[in-house]
């Protein structure tokens, strides 16, 4: 197995997200400036005080609204798509939900400690030939995993990479596997996780040969 390599960013790191909780007091802070205002004399102070309690009271509002949509838009999601007849259940892949977009079906694989990404071309229902492709690369995926580490150390220790890009290679680990060519059925990208995000590695995955690593 290859290196794993981390990279930490002191800024992320001593970064604090705010809460509901801050959001709720800064709402009711928001509140308290409308009542207290209403008893300035003033009356451009008074309208200053109201409108700033306002804002307070607007944005917190949106806060606290944007974050429990963003806890439960999953779920909302879920139940969506099974209503529309975008959920299909697979004994060997778990659950496959159509994307409409990008026509394809998409699985969630656990192995080990790590989610790998299944994704077959399909308008209606999953392409069949493609679907059994599928079936097999996952029951064989440790098999595939030790061919895909035997290859990424072959391309790390070809002449011409640097020594960082070589220990990127060796640390790359499958995120996802794409089957998606009606033409070549065989034929899986597979696509790398590394240590570092901004960068996306592929490569193809036909007839028991790896090939074409490439990064973006």
């Known amino acids: 197995m290859g290196t794993s390599l981390t990279r930490t ?21 928001g509140v308290l400036l409308i009542y207290a205002g209403s008893f300035i004399g ?18 917190m509002t949106a806060f606290v609204v944007s974050v429990i949509w963003e806890n439960m838009s999953g779920h909302v999601w879920a139940v969506s798509s099974r209503l ?29 400690n790590r989610i790998v990404d299944v994704l077959i071309e399909g308008t209606h229902e999953p392409n069949p030939a493609l679907l059994a492709r599928a079936r097999d690369v ?24 640097d020594p960082e890009t070589a220990a990127e290679i060796r640390a790359l680990r499958i995120s996802s596997l794409k089957i998606w060519s009606r033409e070549r059925p065989r034929l899986v990208q597979i696509d790398f996780r590394g240590p ?9 995955y036909e007839n028991g040969e790896l090939s074409g690593l490439d990064v973006d």
């Open 42 to 59: 003033n009356w451009a102070l008074k309208w200053a005080v109201v409108g700033l309690g306002w804002v307070f009271v607007a944005v």
């Open 196 to 204: 570092d995000e901004d960068r996306f590695w592929s490569c193809d």
């Open 9 to 29: 960013d002191p800024e992320a790191r001593d970064k604090v997200e705010p809460t509901i909780w801050d959001a709720l007091i800064g709402a009711a802070i």
């Open 84 to 112: 529309r007849g975008d959920v299909r259940k697979d004994p060997q892949l778990g659950t496959l939900t159509r994307d409409r977009r990008i026509r394809c079906w998409e699985a969630a694989v656990t192995r080990g």
């Open 138 to 161: 996952v029951a064989n995926f440790d098999a595939l995993e030790r061919e895909v580490d035997a290859y990424l150390a072959q391309e790390a220790d070809r002449g011409g990479e």
